[in-house]
């Protein structure tokens, strides 16, 4: 294989969800205020979940639901806006325009009963192309099958492949390799030994990024606390997506200014 260049210019820290998970300096992640405060605190890249509603509107949201039952895909936009869901524009729309935005694309359990055109990733792909020409842009996914509808109806987007918590990376690497993405995005408990992989030996971090690197691929980890984002930039990785950005920010500045 060819090796790609890396969708980072350079070793980049990411907001999580925004400012980062959950609630940091008041601000509830997937907001409005959280993305824009993250990218006005000095990120190059910030990170967010899209989803789609019934009328097929991307809005964004890391869970299902947009409050604590309801559905996202069983409402209208309407009916979303009016549950506090912000759109996927009116989000790029306050960016500033030299922001880059990692979109984690959140398929919908009903996407399995439409058409490929309009499942979620087939909505994304009707805008992607348009966001990238103004901004840099990677779409994150643990659905592969949406990142290969991204990739037939929007070919040229960049596309990374999510990988769930503690997931090896020797299965984690060819899998991206092979699906044709150009990043694998792991678990940052994913690059050593951990309580969920029982294998009596691992590859240290830096071999596996290395070989990830041969192969084409960019190498995220996502939510490493700052001691370890700092060990595994220092292995190579390309991006870290960190929890808390105000606190990461000042111990990571070498690779976030």
Not at 55 to 68: E, K, R
Not at 100 to 115: Q, S, Y
Not at 202 to 223: E, K, N, P, Q
Request: aromatic letters at 6%.
């Amino acid at each position: 294989m060819t090796a790609r260049a890396s969708v980072f210019s350079r070793p980049t820290v990411l907001g999580h969800r925004g400012l980062g998970r959950d609630r940091v300096d008041g601000l509830l992640e997937n907001t409005m205020e959280s993305i824009v405060a993250a990218a006005r605190s000095g990120l190059r890249w910030v990170e967010f979940d899209v989803r789609r509603t019934a009328d097929d509107h991307l809005v964004v949201g890391h869970y299902p639901t947009v409050d604590a039952t309801t559905f996202v895909a069983d409402l209208s936009l309407e009916q979303a806006r009016e549950l506090g869901a912000v759109t996927l524009s009116d989000v790029l729309d306050a960016l500033p325009a030299e922001t880059g935005v990692n979109l984690d694309l959140k398929t919908a359990l009903e996407d399995a009963l439409r058409p490929a055109a309009t499942t979620t990733a087939g909505l994304l792909a009707r805008v992607a192309p348009d966001i990238a020409a103004d901004r840099p842009l990677l779409v994150s996914s643990f659905d592969p099958a949406a990142l290969l509808v991204l990739g037939e109806s929007a070919p040229g987007i960049p596309r990374s492949l999510l990988t769930w918590i503690r997931f090896p990376l020797r299965k984690a690497i060819p899998a991206a390799a092979h699906l044709g993405v150009d990043a694998v995005a792991a678990h940052w408990e994913s690059f050593g030994p951990n309580p969920s992989d029982r294998a009596p030996t691992f590859r240290s971090a830096a071999y596996a990024v290395d070989v990830a690197h041969r192969a084409g691929l960019t190498v995220v980890a996502w939510c490493p606390a700052v001691p370890e984002a700092r060990t595994l930039l220092e292995a190579g990785v390309d991006a870290v997506v960190v929890d808390d950005v105000p606190r990461a920010l000042p111990a990571l500045a070498g690779w976030a200014d």
